[in-house]
């Protein structure tokens, strides 16, 4: 178990291309940290630098006290589950997950007793003795995971381990990811595109854009309170509205104007923080869940949004509604009971306690 | 394909020939068999095959069961001289020998330059990989004659080498076991680049993360060897065997060129031997008899390192 630190982490390639522009993170022990962000983020560089499988251009990487910047792989104490797998094709699963342990010379009654405890915890006692071209897509990410948990290493590296998953399959080993770690309480540090998988497992989630960091958080801190307009738009499915809109000032009180005739009322406890940025061109930001039927009238802070409904999705435990304001398109989340149709208009309420405004131009939220 | 053989309706202009309908002929519908198809097109290999293998192989059985004027047949006698001559225990010997020791070394250099050339940046690859491939292009006739007058007893570029550092002169082709050592050198020059093209398809073709999950496992660059590259190669190193021990066996041209056999029989194979008896001896059934020697041996192992082959490919592909 250990600490993972990075500083001012550059990687750069032949031609002068920046993957990783220069990077700070604080990985705890035991802690469940998720890189998550678009292809080309430097997510999977980053994790790669810390496996030791690339080299650094410049910084410090640290596990558990220790700087491994110029320690092999093997010698880092880690452990690393790949997108697909990489398991030995030659190898049945019983010499696949004991492979690490035979080449660090364990003794062979260490080995089985090793190999069995992390068969018994996957779930693949029965499959020990088959070749990985045998399994299933299931199987073979469990032994994959069997080969890292055997090890007992400082820190687990996942590199997209659910992506050559089916869908049903993937939200099934997801929780099984989740119950290993909260089983070995290992220092985890995993990587995904999916924002629904970085969400749904870690303690701390870091989304990267661009070889930059643009915030670590808590899942749910990240969901609500987003510091950038990328964070914004990447955190939640389907994706935060973002209408470019005015801030306007009367009497004291703020309101934002989206065009279309339409302006909605910025809640009193957050005059004092956007009054610095009245009339400016900003973006309003609001999630779709946010945007609900206008009958919920029993909280505070409802701005009536009436609009012109284009599309409507029913999910079965809500409808998701799709129109315009000002030519862009909004979406929001109301009651299957409610009743809407596209085409027709439909009273709305945008629940204002939960608004955000972006700055435009430095991308950030306000 | 329809279970009465017939082609699909789909797949036809004529629905008539579903039954059998009147005006489509017998000869017709069987031209119309997908089978039948198949059959036609590859007719034209199947016969040459025929023309140049099966016919030419099965003539030589026959040929070997007859008597010097192949006038009458003598059943296996030919082969019961040829067992009981001490020269033909000797090239039995030689070949194995030959065959043997020539593979393993053009294996073992092939790996050796293909590792080589893998670890070098795809840019100068290229060149490298032309010129590695040199002695398997030139006609081996022809490059066999340079390493002849290499090997001159007067002449020797070798020689003059060794003479250089002090050592004196070594009658290459005139001794048996140096004559030997020079025909498996030139064999081994000509073949080791066939073994190293094949194996560096084959390096090239191992995942890169299995390496990267075998470093982090804690695999050192020998381990990563021996407990990834070459069990992943090892259908390939098989085949690449199989195939240089059927070509090494039948040799005919290097020791030809080299040594004409000598001295006193000892670096003959099967082929220049076959050779020497069926034609310069003028008796074509007993060198039928030599080169069909070639066959029980090539016969076991081609068995023994296909069945190994085909035990792998289930198990991994």
């Known amino acids: ?366 | 394909m329809a279970p009465d053989g017939t082609a699909r309706p789909a797949l036809s202009t004529r629905p008539a020939i579903k039954g059998r309908s009147p005006g489509v002929s017998s000869l017709e519908r069987l031209a119309r068999r997908r089978s039948s198809i198949a059959f036609l097109m590859t007719l034209p290999l199947i016969l040459v095959i025929a023309g140049l293998v099966a016919y030419p192989a099965a003539w030589a059985i026959y040929l070997s069961t007859l008597n010097r004027r192949m006038t009458a047949n003598i059943g296996f006698e030919n082969y019961l001289i040829l067992l009981d001559s001490e020269t033909f225990r000797m090239i039995i010997w030689q070949s194995c020998f030959f065959a043997l020791t020539a593979v393993f070394l053009k294996a073992l250099i092939g790996f050796w330059l293909a590792h080589m050339l893998h670890n070098i940046p795809t840019k100068g690859q290229r060149k490298w990989r032309g010129m590695l491939l040199i002695p398997w292009v030139i006609p081996p006739a022809l490059s066999t004659l340079g390493w002849w007058w290499m090997f001159d007893p007067s002449y020797s570029s070798i020689n003059w080498i060794i003479n250089v550092f002090g050592f004196p002169s070594i009658p290459w082709l005139g001794t048996p076991w140096w004559a030997r050592i020079a025909v498996i050198t030139v064999n081994v020059w000509y073949g080791a680049p066939f073994f190293m093209i094949m194996y560096l398809a084959a390096l090239k073709s191992v995942p890169e993360q299995l390496y990267e999950a075998a470093a982090i496992d804690g695999a050192t660059s020998w381990q990563r060897l021996r407990f990834i590259t070459l069990p992943m190669m090892q259908n390939i190193i098989s085949i690449t065997v199989l195939f240089s021990l059927i070509v090494t066996f039948a040799n005919y041209d290097i020791v030809r060129v080299l040594t004409n056999g000598g001295p006193r029989d000892t670096t003959h194979l099967f082929a220049t031997y076959a050779f020497q008896v069926g034609i310069l001896s003028a008796n074509l059934p007993r060198g039928a008899a030599v080169s069909l020697f070639m066959l029980p041996i090539l016969a076991v192992a081609a068995y023994f390192i296909l069945r190994g082959v085909t035990r792998r490919t289930k198990e991994i592909a």
């Open chain 1, 1 to 366: 178990m250990a600490q993972v630190s990075l500083r001012r982490i550059v990687k750069e390639y032949e031609g002068q291309v920046q993957a990783v522009k220069g990077i700070d993170l604080d990985i705890e022990d035991e802690e469940f940290v998720v890189l998550v962000g678009p292809s080309g983020c430097g997510k999977s560089t980053t994790l790669r630098m810390i496996a030791g499988l690339e080299e650094i251009t410049s910084g410090e990487i640290a596990i558990g006290g220790e700087v491994v910047n110029d320690i092999p792989p093997r010698d880092r104490d880690i452990a690393m589950v790949f997108q697909n797998y990489a398991l030995y094709p030659h190898m049945s699963v019983y010499d696949n997950i004991s492979f690490g342990l035979k080449l660090r010379k364990f003794s062979r009654e260490e080995i089985k007793r090793r190999v069995d405890n992390a068969a018994r915890i996957l779930g693949i006692g029965e499959l020990l003795e088959r070749k990985p071209k045998a399994l299933s897509g299931g199987q073979r990410q469990r032994v994959a995971m069997g080969r890292a948990i055997v090890r007992d290493p400082k820190v687990f590296l996942f590199d997209e381990p659910l992506s050559n998953l089916d869908a049903k399959l993937r939200v099934q080993m997801r929780t099984e990811i989740k119950q290993v770690h909260q089983t070995v309480r290992t220092t985890t540090v995993y990587v995904t595109h999916d924002q629904v998988e970085a969400m749904t497992l870690a303690d701390r989630v870091v989304v990267m854009n661009h070889g930059i960091i643009e915030q670590v958080g808590p899942p749910n801190e990240l969901y609500r309170n987003p510091a950038t307009i990328f964070v914004a738009g990447f955190i939640g499915s389907p994706a935060m509205n973002m209408i470019p809109a005015t801030l306007t000032q009367a009497a004291g009180a703020l309101s934002v104007q989206l065009g279309d005739g339409l302006s909605v009322p910025v809640p009193e406890e957050r005059t004092a923080r956007y009054a610095p940025h009245a009339n400016k061109d900003l973006l309003f930001g609001i999630r779709p869940e946010h945007l609900t039927e206008a009958t919920r009238i029993d909280k505070q802070n409802l701005a009536p949004l009436t609009v012109k409904l284009d599309v409507i999705e029913p999910m079965g435990m809500e409808t998701l509604v799709h129109f315009h304001i000002n030519g862009t398109s909004v979406c929001g989340r109301v009651d299957p009971a409610a009743g809407a149709v596209a085409g027709t208009m439909m009273p709305l309420a945008a629940h204002m306690e939960h608004m955000h405004l972006i700055d435009k131009t430095s991308g950030k939220v306000l």
